[in-house]
Antibody, heavy 120, light 107 residues
Framework: EVKLVESGGGLVQPGGSLRLSCAAAGFSFSSYWMSWVRQAPGKGLEWVAN????????YYADSVKGRFAISRDNARNSLYLEMNSLRAEDTAVYYC?????????????WGQGTLVTVSP | AIQMTQSPSSFSASTGDRVTITCRASQGVRSNLAWYQQKPGKAPKLLIYAASTLQSGVPSRFSGSGSGTDFTLTISYLQSEDFATYYCQQYYIYPLVFGGGTKVEIK
């Protein structure tokens, strides 16, 4: 079965850190750009970051640049998001998403999401 | 960054209605636009890419059009399972940006 499964969410204090993981299955993970997309409670979708197939290129939203780091381990079929200096406005469901396979960055496959809550 | 503006932000419709949602980009994105459907508590689902190409498995009552700055998503005959929130997304240039969403509610 083709799927993405996120983990690592939870409650963290402002200023704290958290590492999200996304396990891929059922497709050739190393062949695709991968992204993180988040959704604050009751709000719309916000792209966070993405990473090229071999990890050489990475892009970030301005809202997380310098605080978040995206990485991947193709041998483990896994995507990661290291989140530092967390703020209340980072509270959201974080989705792992795979692109179409054409290097055009729309999102063909999504995980179920993991909730990150930043609160004292 | 490019801004994506959807209208309306929400509206009510009845089963069988023809509905149109608009997405406007603050600068041209050619045809690099996708549409997603999201239901409460679920991940988004890709409906359309390249502005007008229907994703495999998506019912033909969904269609997309436009290029440059102005795009539309049309549902020709609204079904009960279509009540959801719809988002556009440009992938022409970084940062990737979603529209604010359009919630389609039952009248």
């Amino acid at each position: 079965e083709v799927k993405l499964v996120e983990s690592g969410g939870g409650l963290v204090q402002p200023g704290g850190s958290l590492r999200l993981s996304c396990a891929a299955a059922g497709f050739s993970f190393s062949s695709y750009w991968m992204s993180w997309v988040r959704q604050a409670p009751g709000k719309g979708l916000e792209w966070v970051a993405n990473i090229m197939q071999d990890g050489r290129e990475k892009y970030y939203a301005d809202s997380v640049k310098g605080r978040f780091a995206i990485s991947r381990d193709n041998a483990r079929n896994s995507l990661y998001l290291e989140m530092n200096s967390l703020r209340a406005e980072d509270t959201a469901v974080y989705y792992c998403a795979r692109d179409s396979g054409t290097d055009l960055e729309y999102f063909y496959l999504w995980g179920q999401g993991t909730l990150v809550t930043v609160s004292p | 960054a490019i801004q994506m503006t959807q209208s309306p932000s929400s509206f009510s419709a009845s089963t069988g209605d023809r509905v149109t949602i608009t997405c406007r980009a603050s600068q041209g994105v050619r045809s690099n636009l996708a549409w997603y459907q999201q239901k409460p508590g679920k991940a988004p689902k890709l409906l359309i890419y390249a502005a007008s190409t229907l994703q495999s498995g998506v019912p033909s009552r969904f269609s997309g059009s436009g290029s440059g700055t102005d795009f539309t998503l049309t549902i020709s005959y609204l079904q009960s399972e279509d009540f959801a929130t719809y988002y556009c997304q440009q992938y022409y240039i970084y940062p990737l940006v979603f529209g604010g969403g359009t919630k389609v509610e039952i009248k």
